[in-house]
């Protein structure tokens, strides 16, 4: 007997294909009778990494661990926006609701594999869906980091779109 699928984590980068692969996490829902839960993991960004190579840059006033935190808080606010305005795109085009078969969206700080593994265990998912944009055979590979290191640790189907 198959296990049931109740709830799918769709995990997205934001990128044009991982958006493609939310058509395929809303026809498995609709199929299985599921809610979808969306992650963006937002990684941690260096002080330093927006800097070109050997440029000058005078240096920025401290900024308050207030505005920080306010400014993490809109840009989550404006992401779940975003992910939720495309839910509502891809309803449109599937002539059916999609946006109903998402039960929450998350966005998280932190590194991407590890904030998948935490939601699929916080939430109960069943199936993990996300897509890759690997560069192919000539580099070695044709999964991204993200989704092989998943699919090499997980015990969770994987639905992994490329």
């Not at 078969?101 to 594999?113: F, M, N, P």
Request: glycine share 8%; aromatic share 6%; charged share 25%.
């Amino acid at each position: 007997m198959l296990p049931q699928i109740k709830r799918i984590l769709y995990a997205t980068d934001l990128t044009k294909n991982s958006s493609y692969a939310f058509y395929f996490a809303a026809d498995l829902a609709r199929t299985h009778g599921a809610k979808i839960i969306i992650l963006h993991c937002v990684g941690k960004i260096s002080p330093g990494a927006h800097r070109a190579p050997g440029a000058t840059y005078e240096p920025m006033p401290p900024i308050s661990q207030d505005a920080k935190d306010r400014k993490a808080q809109e840009n989550i606010v404006e992401i779940k926006r975003r992910l939720e305005e495309f839910s509502r795109k891809v309803e449109s085009q599937f002539g059916s609701p999609s946006a109903s078969l998402v039960s929450e969206t998350i966005v998280k700080s932190g590194h991407a594999v590890e904030e998948i593994f935490n939601a699929t265990n916080e939430k109960g998912c069943d199936l993990i869906v996300l897509g890759t944009h690997g560069k192919g055979w000539l580099q070695g590979t044709s999964l991204g980091s993200v989704a092989r290191s998943v699919l090499e640790r997980t015990r969770k189907p994987v639905f992994v779109i490329p």
